[in-house]
């Protein structure tokens, strides 16, 4: 049995989290959906677009930490939004003042509004930078295994590739890349982005992922907090299922019991 899997905690900048779920913030009707959806998920880390939400920065203006708390949940405060490498570092260092010297930022630069992917030529600027400056960066990136080796090499503390574009639901699109990132990586997993429903979450944690980021597949959902709970379970059943080890795929039928013994 030396192919048995076991599992392992999931650890991130020193500290270990019991949910693999992350969630977004955004795109929900009201601050007590997003309160009610993030607290059905099990979520532990949730990611905040800094540029979109007020933490402080808008005296006066509803607090989104008033809703889910520092001493509850751990804040990921992401750079969406931005469009270069010198916008991306401004906006960390920004929710680093904001929450009080915070480090763990989830780093995406994108190329343009009409696809939102990736531009990972200033992502990996942007990177270099965060990381010299003491930032724990987890990196939203393309499913393309070489710059994801770039990103862990750089000293990213995880890498993030896209299933899909950015609130799309396609789910995992090209999973063979996907594949070969986790073969590779040295540094944890995520999917981030194109999650769609619970089963595309379930397919990235058998696939090995060590976690999954998703917005849209839970605030645009009919029933948002329904679908939180659903990606809870999701994510659980996944990992399980990875650890357990599927069957081997046949081309024929195989009887689930065996002929020998049979009355004639």
């Known amino acids: 049995m030396s192919n048995v899997r076991s599992d392992k905690p999931f650890t991130l900048a020193g500290r270990t989290f019991q949910s693999r779920l992350l969630v977004g913030t955004g795109k929900y009707r009201d601050m007590e959906e997003t309160r009610l959806a993030i607290e059905a998920s099990g979520a532990e880390i949730v990611t905040v677009a800094v540029r979109r ?15 889910l708390p520092p001493d509850r949940y751990t804040i990921l405060p992401n750079t969406a939004g931005c469009y270069d490498a010198i916008e991306a570092v401004r906006t960390c260092r920004l929710a680093r003042e904001l929450l009080d010297g915070h480090n763990l930022v989830k780093l ?3 190329a343009d509004q009409k696809t939102l992917f990736p531009n990972v030529i200033e992502t990996l600027k942007a990177a270099e930078v965060l990381v010299k400056d003491g930032f724990d960066v987890m990196v939203y990136t393309s499913d393309d295994p070489i710059i994801a080796r770039q990103l862990a090499e750089i ?10 574009l950015i609130g799309t ?13 986790l073969e590779e990586s040295k540094v944890p997993v995520l999917v981030d982005a ?15 992922c060590e976690a999954v980021l998703m917005n849209s597949a839970i605030a645009h959902a009919q029933q ?10 999701a994510i659980v059943a996944g990992r399980l299922a990875y650890l357990a080890g599927r069957m081997p795929k046949k081309l024929y039928a195989s009887a689930s019991s065996p002929l020998d013994g049979l009355i004639k």
């Open 53 to 67: 939400t007020n933490l402080g920065q808008n005296p006066g203006e509803p607090n989104l930490l008033d809703v």
């Open 108 to 110: 995406e630069v994108l």
């Open 155 to 164: 000293g990213c503390i995880a890498v993030m590739p896209l299933a899909g």
């Open 169 to 181: 639901g396609l789910g995992i699109c090209n999973p063979y890349n996907l594949r070969i990132i």
């Open 194 to 208: 194109g999650v769609g429903t619970a089963s595309d979450a379930t397919i990235a944690m058998e696939m090995g």
């Open 224 to 233: 948002p907090v329904m679908m939180a709970e659903a990606m809870k379970h």
